[in-house]
């Protein structure tokens, strides 16, 4: 009768290589460091395994918690904000003109705390240097002045007329994150394509 023989894969110092099992559970050779190095590297995997786990379960927890203002900002940072830096790269800052390659924003003209009904509205956002975004003193005059001449008097004054709060729904905030993103998708493929 031919004897089946399995190989260690432990490899620890003093290792048989190769080892006939005595029970069903053995996994490595006779040898006490490869049992030890097998034992760690099975606790490990199951720690591993568990913070993975807890991390999934924080990040739902999180989501549950998060609030409107919340899905606004995600939608914002990660579907509206990097679209308008890509549909505005040859422009330069709405407000200095400047097109030195610096941090740039997508600055609202309308702010989003005042008038969040206008935060994902595409003529209300455009590229805008850190500086000019981030600044202390008013810029709003600059900004205005420059964006009559990119879109026109009337879309402006439509910007600046009185509208209705908007009270968007979760499902409403995923779909304009959703929408942002896939433009901005179509924006990268058309640069690519140049």
């Known amino acids: 009768m031919k004897v089946k023989k399995y190989l260690c894969l432990q490899k620890a110092e003093g290792c048989e290589g190769s080892f006939v099992k005595f029970s069903s559970f053995q996994a490595t050779c006779r040898n006490i460091k490869c049992a030890i190095k097998k034992a760690q590297a099975d606790r490990e995997k199951k720690e591993l395994k568990e913070r993975r786990k ?101 879309r402006v004054e439509y910007l600046e007329n009185y509208h209705s709060t908007i009270r968007w729904t979760i499902e409403e905030i995923t779909e304009i994150r959703t929408h942002y993103q896939g433009l901005t998708l179509e924006l990268k493929k058309e640069i690519d394509n140049e």
């Open 54 to 154: 807890s991390k999934r379960e924080l990040k739902e927890g999180r989501l549950a918690l998060r609030t409107i203002a919340g899905w606004c900002h995600d939608a914002r940072k990660n579907g509206f904000n990097p679209w308008v830096r890509l549909r505005d790269r040859n422009d330069g800052c709405i407000v200095c003109g400047s097109m030195v390659k610096s941090m740039y924003h997508a600055g609202h003209f309308m702010a989003v705390g005042g008038r969040p009904e206008l935060q994902f509205h595409p003529d209300n956002c455009h590229k805008q240097c850190s500086g000019c975004n981030c600044s202390i003193t008013s810029v709003a005059s600059k900004y205005r002045a420059n964006l009559v001449k990119k879109i026109g008097l009337s």
